[in-house]
């Protein structure tokens, strides 16, 4: 069996070196860095830097503070470093932060599209081969520094769904049209994730977001480091702090049927704290009712998802007409009228990517009163399990 070994750390904060303490103790739980790094070794480190740009306190992004602390640690391994996510305006680097942290640590930092993509074999459920970017294929080793969010498609986004940032943009969108439903799209974001397998997550839950994730959510101090070298068993343990019952959650759950990792915390080995002394009891959910939805007969697709996935709302006294919920929108739902944001009911497929791209709150995710009773049966199921 794979190592299923899980480090929990308290970290109460982004300020040095507290946060570097803690970050260090967690690996050291697993037994050090090079138990997954060896000396001298190409390391291609996987931020989730999720456009459009924003700043590191809105909780969207790896934290610079958190990859700065791994980052100080793997230095002292290897020179050959590079930080990287795909974006598609530069200044995401400046205004998170990352570009002063890299040239302060010297490392390399790479927006993925510079050096393409390669198409490699899947062999998954949903795609025989996947474009993925080559500077994460070309390196010896993966290290994944995602966040702790909730995601208002598919509930959580942390270790496996942040690979989803290492193939094309257009590609990405493309997938949310062609596969509407959650638990498709889960098993397509694990066919990613297999073809990467990083070698060590060190996940940033030192403040997470919940709510409306992974970019309209509230953020919530959470105050942990979550490491292992499973990054499904890295999921299941920082869902089961926040609430969620791991094996309802798809990516997990698909995942870990797969073979892929570990994703049921009896199977799991959690060093450090104890995951009942630091869950985080009334962490709120996306208000999406994506399990039901996975769950219902491919011909009730269309009808389920508009009646009981959430919808987003153009808020218009928020909204200044940037077009980034149009660049992002797969069906052309999302248009700008007079100024404004519109978005065409009949042809959204409440993929949420609008509301993921918006950094401007301009859209809110609305449900009816069956999709909210739905939700609530849903989150009742995750909490029953602990
Ligand atoms: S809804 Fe948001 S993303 Fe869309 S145009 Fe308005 S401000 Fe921009
Ligand atoms: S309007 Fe938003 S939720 Fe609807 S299809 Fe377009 S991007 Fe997806």
């Known amino acids: 069996m794979a190592n299923t070994r899980v480090a929990v750390v308290r970290a109460g904060g ?17 037994g050090g860095l090079e138990q997954f790094i060896p000396r001298g070794a190409k390391v291609f480190v996987k931020v989730n830097l999720l456009p459009p740009p924003s700043p590191p306190e809105r909780a969207i992004i790896t934290h610079p503070a958190f990859a700065e602390a791994v980052l100080s640690l793997l230095r002292e391994i290897t020179p050959h470093i590079t930080v990287g996510d795909d974006v598609h305006d530069l200044r995401s680097f400046e205004v998170s932060g990352y570009r002063e942290i890299c040239a302060r640590l010297g490392v390399e930092l790479l927006n993925l599209r510079e050096k393409g ?7 998954g459920a949903v795609l025989d ?21 909730t995601h208002s498609l598919t509930t959580f986004t942390g270790a496996v769904k942040n690979f989803y940032g ?13 596969h509407p439903r959650p638990a498709e799209f889960c098993q397509l974001l694990v066919d990613i994730f297999s073809a990467v397998r990083p070698a060590l997550t060190v996940m940033d839950a030192v403040v997470g977001m919940e709510g409306a994730g992974p970019a309209n959510g509230d953020p919530r101090e959470i105050g942990l480091v979550i490491a292992g070298g499973d990054a499904v068993a890295v999921d299941a ?8 019952d791991p ?10 049927d797969r073979g892929l990792g570990t994703g049921d915390p009896a199977e799991i080995e959690v060093v450090g704290e104890e995951v009942a002394s630091v869950r985080v009891e009334d962490f709120r959910l996306p208000p999406a009712a994506g399990e039901v939805l996975g769950r219902l007969p491919r011909i009730l697709t269309r009808w389920a998802t508009q009646h ?7 808020v218009p006294e928020r909204c200044v007409g940037c077009g980034a919920c149009v660049c992002a929108c797969p069906t052309g739902a999302a248009a700008i009228d007079g100024g404004r944001a519109r978005i065409d009911r009949r042809s959204c497929i409440r993929c949420m990517c609008c509301h993921e791209a918006c950094r401007y709150d301009a859209i809110e995710l609305r449900t009816d009163s069956v999709a909210r009773l739905i939700r609530s049966l849903e989150v009742a199921l995750h909490r029953r399990r602990r």
């Open 308 to 314: 009981l996935q959430a919808c987003p709302v153009v």
């Open 117 to 123: 993509f390669t198409e490699v074999e899947v062999n």
């Open 129 to 149: 081969k996947a474009y993925i970017a080559r500077a994460v294929l070309e390196a010896d080793v993966i290290v994944n520094l995602p966040k702790l969010k």
């Open 247 to 256: 094996l309802r959650v798809w990516t997990t759950r698909h995942a870990h």
């Open 166 to 178: 290492v193939v094309p943009a257009g590609l990405r969108t493309r997938f949310h049209g062609d």
């Open 237 to 244: 343990v920082a869902q089961s702090i926040v609430g969620l």
């Open 14 to 30: 982004y300020g040095s070196p507290e946060l570097c303490d803690a970050v260090e103790r967690a690996l050291d739980l697993l």
